[in-house]
């Protein structure tokens, strides 16, 4: 019952994606609470399992999971160095000039990592900004070291293989990091599939960890099953849920399921999508979702189920975000906080 998270999967999962850029270091991002599954569980996992180099989007996510890792373990911040940021013992991955030199005021031999814009346009230094702060960068003495950490770029349309953006961020990282001497980053999931030339130093996978596309050999991570609180029978001439918006063209039995928006079951997943009984045999979602519950046409079943399945190996994040008109990523972080978590 409720949130199953299998946490060797991950583990699994970051070693696969490790063993796809063998010549670099494997990151993991555990941003937005590890996509929603957990940071504080996740994070030491993956250190257990080898990682060192973690990446949150902003210095509190980085503050919550700076005690649970040993001190080899870096933390980056993808948010940079933004005015009130409480950094320490964490390393912001500056996006601007003006980020560069506030950090350089605030933590001058703090460690830093940079960001360039290669075309994406939403986060990093413009290639005429990086020509300014390049010099100064490079030659920066941090108590880690000389120089950036790291120096990464994100990729815009990496799980589309055939995007020709793919082939021009790549050239335009190439021409303003080579022979820099800093580790280089440009391959998230995406990247790390379009092979080689897009690993550099470090990668930086954050959603084949947790069993999404791009990375369609993932083991699964997630089960979500919730409990039927009743069923009743339902025939032609009635209907089910707000509006009305579901009429049965049967004498139906239908299950009452303890779960809504509310807990990241998309209002958009009405009448779009099914929940599963016994690992594999779909039941249709009747009528609308809403806030606490979902309705399901269960009346091709011998038996009243106990609990059904949104969630599970067939029918993982993927699936479940294409019936929504999403994507993984947003069914991930969106799952609720309502139902009993367990990381196995
Ligand atoms: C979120 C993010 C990642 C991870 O991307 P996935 O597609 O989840 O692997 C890597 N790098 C940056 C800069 C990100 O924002």
Not at 28 to 49: I, Q, S
């Amino acid at each position: 019952m409720g949130l199953c998270i299998d946490m060797a999967a991950i583990a699994a999962n970051w070693r696969a994606l490790a063993d796809l850029a063998p010549g670099a270091r494997p990151g993991a991002v555990v941003k937005a609470d590890a996509y929603g599954l957990g940071a504080a569980r996740v994070a030491p996992a993956l250190y257990a399992a080898g990682a060192r180099d973690f990446f949150v989007a902003l210095a509190a996510e980085g503050r919550a999971i700076r005690p649970l890792l040993p001190d080899d373990a870096r933390i980056f911040v993808l948010s940079g160095h933004m005015p009130r940021a409480r950094l320490d013992g964490l390393i912001p991955v500056l996006n601007s000039a003006e980020q560069f030199f506030r950090d350089r005021a605030l933590r001058p031999r703090g460690a830093f990592a940079i960001q360039l814009d290669t075309g994406m346009n939403r986060l990093g230094m413009e290639p005429a900004e990086w020509a300014a702060v390049a010099p100064d960068a490079l030659a920066a003495h941090t108590d880690a070291g000389t120089g950036p950490a790291l120096v990464m770029s994100h990729l815009a349309c990496a799980d589309e293989p055939a995007h020709p953006a793919n082939a021009v961020q790549l050239a335009e990282f190439n021409r303003l990091t080579q022979g820099i001497g800093a580790p280089r980053s440009l391959a998230a999931t995406g990247g790390i599939l379009l092979g080689r030339d897009y690993h550099f130093d470090l990668t930086r996978p954050g959603i084949g960890l947790y069993g999404g596309a791009p990375f369609a050999a993932a083991q699964p991570v997630v089960t979500l099953s919730l409990e039927v609180i009743q069923t009743r029978s339902v025939g032609p001439g009635e209907c089910v849920g707000y509006g009305c918006a579901w009429t049965p063209a049967r004498p139906s039995r239908i299950a009452t399921v303890a779960g809504g928006y509310a807990d990241g079951l998309l209002r958009a997943l009405s009448g779009r999508a099914a929940v599963l009984w016994a690992g594999d045999r779909p039941c249709p979602i009747v009528g609308r979702v809403s806030m606490d519950l979902i309705t399901v046409d269960v009346t091709d079943l011998a038996v009243v189920p106990p609990e059904l399945e949104i969630l599970n190996p067939r029918q993982g994040v993927d699936a479940l975000a294409a019936a929504a008109g999403t994507i993984g990523y947003e069914i991930l972080t969106s799952l609720g906080g309502r139902y009993p978590r367990q990381w196995s």
